[in-house]
């Protein structure tokens, strides 16, 4: 798959992302939200493909633009690396454990956005961002990526719960829209 640079510029953010998604979990991730940039380098480490993210967003007002259009910019950036869906496996799932917590994600790239997102963060915030601004995300990655995912997570750190939603997401992507040695679109439409 290529490279792909994409950028964003609006009143709220300005945002730069390079992806290669079938890298080697190398990047750079600055949001200006170090607890995002921690999740979002989980994600690409563990997914094994590089992101360059740069972000310079409103968080004067709070983190809520950063945070949704990095889902908007990642999002389209991944629907362009799949592109039109040749040779990928498009589905995968994933269950990562950490420590007392779990997540599982199971994804279909298939061209079509959708989110259930099952779990409960403890408190009002993880790592200074409001709890519910991560279902937020996924929802803006996944519908502009076209990407079916069901998120479920439990645990009692919301630190590790969080985390593991993140490896398992993009260990889930890195399977999905790996090589399935078969020609054509995995689908029986014949086109995404």
Do not use: W
């Amino acid at each position: 798959m290529k490279k792909i640079e994409l950028n964003r510029s609006t009143k709220e953010t300005e945002i730069v992302v390079k992806l290669t998604i079938d890298g080697m979990g190398n990047g750079t991730i600055k949001t200006g939200i170090p607890f995002f940039d921690h999740m979002l380098h989980a994600m690409a480490k563990h997914g094994g493909f590089d992101l360059d993210c740069r972000v310079v967003g409103d968080l004067l007002v709070d983190c809520h633009h950063t945070v949704e259009d990095t889902g908007i910019v990642l999002g389209d950036a991944i629907k362009q690396a799949i592109g039109d869906g040749k040779g990928i496996r498009r589905f995968a799932h994933a269950i990562i454990p950490m420590d007392e917590s779990i997540a599982q994600v199971a994804l279909d790239c298939g061209g079509r956005g959708y989110l259930v997102y099952e779990g409960e963060f403890n408190g009002a915030s993880v790592g200074g961002i409001q709890s519910d601004i991560f279902e937020h995300f996924f929802y803006t990655l996944c519908t502009k990526a076209g990407i079916t995912a069901h998120i479920a997570f439990s645990g009692r750190n919301d630190h590790h719960q969080c985390e593991a939603v993140f490896k398992a997401f993009g260990i889930a992507l890195a399977q999905a829209v790996a090589p399935s040695g078969k020609k054509g679109v995995p689908s029986t439409k014949g086109k995404f």
